[in-house]
């Protein structure tokens, strides 16, 4: 004789089975975006366009990849720095702190930046002061409190960015308002890619800012943004 078969569940037991799963799929996906909507919360109000960005001594710029030449910032690079250089122009801001990887693979993120704003878009010099080791989001507001000393001050990055840099700065100290950048090449689909990296990278900023994790490069106090707004 063969085995009998064991009998199929009832109707009523599938149900409440696939009543569990939906069940436990929704709740995997609030708890995913519980960083994600801290960073949308803590930035709320403090995010501006450019044409309608207030004024503060200091306009923080983050960094991304350079070009492949590693001499010129990339396209979304480059519309942070066109961004920076005229609140600097319209009176909005004072000194530039150029922040990012020094070591970076695409190449050395910050002195591209000071060159294209000194050599190409007319700032000053003296107003521009380079940090090359903001080496992530985190690093760059961490820094720009604990080194530079810089209490209040413009954040400026693309629009799928600048509530999670908004939001990472104002819990390390830094009163922070987000600058919206330029980004001429941002077309629907990058968009969509760049939204959906910054909602999974909100997990580890959430993360960062809630043990209070200190910089990967730890440095003494830099007074390179004060000797500038004093010059």
């Known amino acids: 004789m063969g085995e009998l078969s064991e009998p199929a569940p009832a109707p009523g037991r599938w149900r409440r089975r696939l009543a569990w799963s939906a069940g436990l799929a929704l709740a995997a996906v609030v708890l995913a975006s519980v960083p994600w909507l801290w960073t949308t919360v803590a930035a709320h109000g403090h995010v501006y366009d450019e044409a309608e960005a207030p004024a503060a001594d200091v306009v923080i710029v ?97 629009s799928y960015h600048v509530s999670r840099a908004v939001a990472l700065c104002r819990h390390v100290g830094v009163d922070a308002v987000g600058v919206k950048a330029r980004c001429a090449e941002c077309g629907f689909g990058l968009l969509v890619r760049k939204s959906v990296r910054d909602y999974a990278a909100s997990g580890k900023a959430a993360w960062d800012a809630l043990r209070r994790r200190p910089p990967a490069v730890e440095s003494p106090p830099d007074p390179g943004v004060r000797d500038a707004l004093d010059r």
């Open 62 to 158: 983050l960094g991304t990849a350079v070009g492949a030449d590693r001499r010129q910032p990339g396209a979304r690079l480059a519309g942070r720095l066109e961004t920076a250089a005229e609140l600097v122009n319209s009176g909005r801001a004072r000194v530039v702190l150029v922040s990012g990887d020094g070591g970076g693979a695409s190449g050395d993120e910050p002195a591209v930046m000071t060159a294209y704003l000194t050599e190409r878009l007319g700032v000053d010099p003296g107003r521009v002061v380079a940090d090359p080791f903001g080496l992530d989001t985190y690093d760059s507001c961490a820094r720009a409190r604990e080194v530079y000393g810089i209490e209040r001050a413009l954040v400026v990055t693309q």
